[in-house]
């Protein structure tokens, strides 16, 4: 009965392991390798073209591009100037 109880007690923390292992990662930095197993998001966890051609070396049907998401946010909604309210004359 002991033997069991090790035993459903491995099991537990090797599928606890597993689970919190296998989360997705989400970054938004400007570069993403895009092909292959990594689907249409990409991985987009290089801040550097030079870091995501280094992580793309040697893998097959990979690419690096800019990271589309953030291009989307730049072109939908690009940053306006807004003036900043001016102080009170003072007589």
């Given at each position: 009965m002991r033997t069991m109880l090790v035993i459903f007690a491995l099991l537990a923390a090797g599928t606890a392991a597993s689970a919190g292992s296998s989360l997705p990662i989400s970054y938004d930095y400007p570069w993403c390798i895009y092909g292959?197993?990594?689907?249409?998001?990409?991985?987009?966890?290089?801040?550097?073209?030079?870091?995501?051609?280094?992580?793309?070396?040697?893998?097959?049907?990979?690419?690096?591009?800019?990271?589309?998401?953030?291009?989307?946010?730049?072109?939908?909604?690009?940053?306006?100037?807004v003036q900043q309210p001016r102080a009170p004359r003072r007589n």
């Open positions: 292959g197993e990594l689907g249409y998001s990409g991985d987009c966890s290089y801040e550097t073209r030079e870091q995501c051609l280094a992580s793309a070396s040697g893998r097959s049907n990979v690419i690096c591009k800019e990271n589309r998401r953030l291009l989307f946010n730049q072109q939908a909604f690009p940053q306006q100037n």
